[in-house]
């Protein structure tokens, strides 16, 4: 079961996002905080919402890297 509120560092480990992608996500207004005392909670709730409005990936852009070298080129130039 989820709890009700996380702190950043939980909100890092339940989306994988970076803690300064959260952190510009709070100062923009788009992912909601709640204070007691010092204590930064983020809702699970509002968390879930902002996930939720992040852009869609493009489940094609893994073929469009079919046929493509990954890694350093060959001395020469060479791919």
Do not use: W
């Amino acid at each position: 079961m989820l709890p009700i509120a996380v702190s950043k560092r939980g909100a890092v480990e339940l989306t994988s996002l970076s803690e300064s992608k959260l952190d510009q996500a709070i100062q923009a207004g788009e992912l909601p905080v709640r204070h007691h005392g010092n204590r930064m909670l983020i809702r699970v709730a509002d968390l879930q919402k902002f996930v939720d409005g992040l852009p869609e990936g493009r489940p094609d852009a893994p073929s469009q890297l079919e046929g493509r070298r990954i890694g350093r080129p060959r001395k020469g130039g060479q791919s």
